[in-house]
């Protein structure tokens, strides 16, 4: 997740309070903590709706097969 987020323009991880999080412009980005398993789709779901990706953007960031 952190890489195509990172192809789509964010920077960081950065470490902040409870959560770390991902910069791009003036929008900032709340992450997940790292943690054991794939993050969920319904969280995911949420995430790319806070930082606007849309799915199909989101579908395109895939170019290495991975989240």
Not at 25 to 41: E, T
Request: aromatic share 6%; proline share 6%; glycine share 10%.
């Amino acid at each position: 997740m952190i890489r195509r987020l990172r192809s789509l323009g964010f920077s960081g991880p950065y470490s902040g309070g409870k959560h770390q999080f991902m910069m791009r412009s003036r929008l900032k980005l709340r992450v997940p903590n790292p943690h054991q398993g794939d993050v969920s789709l319904p969280l995911l779901k949420r995430i790319l709706l806070q930082a606007g990706i849309q799915d199909a953007e989101w579908d395109r960031s895939d170019a290495a097969g991975d989240e």
